[in-house]
């Protein structure tokens, strides 16, 4: 089982090279369905690591992928511009879920 990765920046991509993760770089939506579907169709592809701002270019297809395939497992990871969650969002759940502010 490997790792894929699918970027939209080269540095992201160039990183995980380093550890020995293969991709593409893409930054349409037609491109990435394209990846994701390439990704699904290689039996040895058990992860697929996506930044979340190509997560947010399709994200009825990452989820119901996610819902309805239990491989690949998608992972969304930050790009090199950070995440899009806010600063507290780990403390915003927990307060959400049991209505605790800490």
């Not at 349409?28 to 290689?42: F, G, M, R, S, Y």
């Not at 403390?91 to 800490?102: M, N, P």
């Amino acid at each position: 089982m490997k790792f894929f990765l699918i970027s939209d920046n080269h540095d992201t991509k160039v990183g995980l090279r380093l550890a020995g993760i293969e991709g593409v770089v893409v930054h349409l939506e037609n491109e990435v369905k394209a990846a994701l579907q390439t990704a699904v169709d290689d039996e040895s592809v058990g992860v697929v690591l996506m930044t979340e701002t190509l997560v947010n270019l399709c994200p009825e297809l990452v989820y119901d992928l996610k819902l309805h395939r239990s491989r690949p497992l998608i992972v969304e990871i930050p790009d090199r511009h950070g995440n899009g969650r806010a600063k507290d969002s780990i403390t915003k759940y927990v307060r959400d879920a049991i209505g605790v502010k800490i």
